[in-house]
């Protein structure tokens, strides 16, 4: 189960992934449980980019509300 910050994490990944901060410790739970991933960039960066499963989540709470 994700915690609300998680969640919401998952949410600005998939909304807004360049306004996340490489070390946000719920990004690390989120990249352990393969609901997002790194894309490299031609910068040297890494942008978090949802996963298929990660949107699947994002999904079936939206079915629920």
Known sequence: MLSPHEFTTLMVVRDAPDQIEPDRLELRTLLDLRLV????????????????????VLDAVARIG
Request: charge should be positive.
């Open 37 to 56: 991933t790194l894309e490299p960039l031609l910068t040297g960066r890494q942008c978090p980019r949802i996963t298929p499963n990660g949107r699947a």
